[in-house]
């Protein structure tokens, strides 16, 4: 489980629990909707791919300023299905040849580079900007090297990466540009959706995430016809047409019933994030006098550039596992993300990059606290929670 995803815990004290996120209280809040999308996909007898699919491929990708919109099964699968579309034909999975490289941020979630392996690829990683927790474009250039074939930049909790930087320095080496936009639905780059700013943009709509399907799902975007058809080929085991198979590809299609809720939860989307967004703002008036007070905590800020989407409301604090746990006690959930950075993940132990090699991505594995943010949570809910991190600060 990644986040939250509903989960109850035991009751606090004053006001009972405080969730990360509250996936039954958004169903309930549009449950007429739902309800009535669920049945009509039931009754069409159309399940996997289809109109309803097609109709929220169009809303989303007039959503996202973007050209093309092709829905997946997973964000996973928008990664490894951008990644192959943009590269040669076959060309990284052929066997035997030297993998193309692929530049990220070790601050992410592991799908990342999974996508990246998977579609015949090697990681490479690039330390954050610790203000941003994103990609450093300043560490970038010397990270490129002949074999480099794409970038990907995460936009972590929903704050876009400087990407005019790393878009120039793409062009003039030749790599495309990939952006992991799994949490930053509504994110804005200098007033350009993310999503629309980079070769493809690939969306998760795990359910935790700001537009959240009721089951798995993703989406590629991208203004390009051509990468469009590609992604729309392999999720649909490489098939030009019924039983034509051009390459292998994948079951990686979005089901109907998913592209019905998703396309209700979209109208709702721009409230939503305008709520993350007030919330967001509530923590840190709230919160801001401590942060002046020393070096425990720091708010998370909003780079000149960015329309943050807050995904998650993400702090730093140097105790954090204590502070984390006090929150605990007092009926509040907060996550981490991610605790420990991909490079020292056991399955990336081959790379042999030690502690150390990426410093700041290190230092936020061991200081990134998610407090509770979602658009139902209410104004009283963040003032708790503020008060009992004002607490377990002032408590040392
Ligand atoms: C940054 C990032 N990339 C990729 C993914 C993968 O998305 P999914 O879980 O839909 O496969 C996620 C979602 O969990 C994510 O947060």
Known sequence: MKSGDGARGTPGEQ??????????????????????????????????????????????????????????????????????????????????????EVVTSPLTFVATTEAISQAGGRPVFVDIDPLTFNLDPALLERAL??????????????????????????????AAVIEDACQAHGALYRGRPAGALGDAGCFSFYPTKNLGACGE?????????????????????????????????????????????????????????????????????????????????????????????YHLFTVRLKRRDRAREALRERGIEAGMHYPVPLHLQPCY????LRAGSFPEAERAAREVLSLPLHPGMTEAQVDRVCKALRAAVDAG
């Open 217 to 309: 799902g993703g989406l590629v975007t991208t203004a390009s016809g051509e990468v469009a058809g590609r992604v729309r080929r392999l999720r649909d085991h490489g098939q030009s047409e019924k039983y034509r198979h051009l390459e292998e590809g994948y079951n990686g299609r979005l089901d109907a019933l998913q592209a019905a809720i998703l396309g209700v939860k979209l109208r709702h989307l721009g409230a939503w994030n305008e709520r993350r967004r007030l919330l967001a703002d509530r923590y840190k008036t709230n919160l801001r006098d401590l942060e002046a007070k020393g070096d425990e905590l720091a708010l998370p800020a909003e780079a000149a550039w960015a329309r943050h989407a």
């Open 15 to 100: 006001g009972g629990f405080i969730p990360a996120v509250d996936l039954a209280s958004e169903y309930a809040a549009l449950r007429p909707e739902i309800d009535a999308a669920v049945k009509r996909v039931l009754s069409s007898g159309r399940y996997v791919g289809g109109p309803e699919v097609e109709a929220f491929e169009k809303e989303f990708a007039a959503f996202c300023g973007a050209g093309h919109a092709v829905a997946v099964a997973s964000g996973t699968d928008a990664l490894r299905f951008a990644l192959l579309a943009t590269g040669p034909e076959g060309g990284e999975r052929r066997p035997g040849g030297e993998p193309a």
């Open 349 to 352: 132990a081959w790379m042999g």
């Open 145 to 174: 090297t002949p074999r480099t074939r794409a970038i990907v930049p995460v936009h972590l909790y929903g704050q876009t990466a400087d990407m005019d930087p790393i878009l120039l320095l793409a062009r003039r080496s030749g």
